[in-house]
């Protein structure tokens, strides 16, 4: 038997990562938790995001051009060490569109 507390939570999860590509990717269902781990990181149209990021776009409403741009910056980050690092909140809050891909 299954531990219903657990259930809740898949369930809960699942329904906001809907909401997310409600938001963000004209309402796709077309998406998946990477090795069906739920809660895990969140496959769709190529992006790939974590748990967290998902609540905190949803979180801070931000647009999906910041989400986007941030995914972009933060793929530039991998491969070019000397780039600073922002977290995301911050990101969207006081650094989005001053210089970064203009």
Same mark, same amino acid.
């Given at each position: 038997?299954? *531990?219903?507390?657990?259930?809740?939570?898949?369930? @809960?999860? *699942? @329904? $906001? @990562?809907?909401?997310?590509? *409600?938001? /963000?990717?004209?309402?796709?269902?077309?998406?998946?938790?990477?090795?069906?781990? &739920?809660?895990? *990181?969140?496959?769709?149209?190529? /992006?790939?995001?974590?748990?967290?990021?998902?609540?905190?776009?949803?979180? &801070?409403?931000? =647009? /999906?051009? $910041?989400?986007?741009?941030?995914?972009?910056?933060?793929?530039?980050? $991998?491969?070019?060490? =000397? $780039?600073?690092?922002?977290?995301?909140?911050?990101?969207?809050? /006081?650094? @989005?569109?001053?210089?970064?891909?203009?």
């Amino acid at each position: 038997m299954k *531990n219903k507390k657990l259930i809740a939570w898949q369930k @809960a999860t *699942n @329904a $906001l @990562a809907q909401e997310f590509c *409600n938001k /963000y990717f004209d309402k796709t269902e077309n998406w998946r938790w990477t090795s069906g781990d &739920i809660g895990g *990181n969140f496959e769709i149209n190529d /992006y790939f995001f974590g748990l967290d990021r998902i609540v905190e776009a949803i979180e &801070i409403n931000c =647009s /999906y051009e $910041l989400l986007i741009q941030f995914y972009d910056y933060e793929m530039d980050c $991998l491969n070019d060490k =000397s $780039l600073p690092r922002y977290n995301f909140k911050t990101w969207v809050k /006081y650094y @989005a569109g001053f210089g970064y891909g203009n």
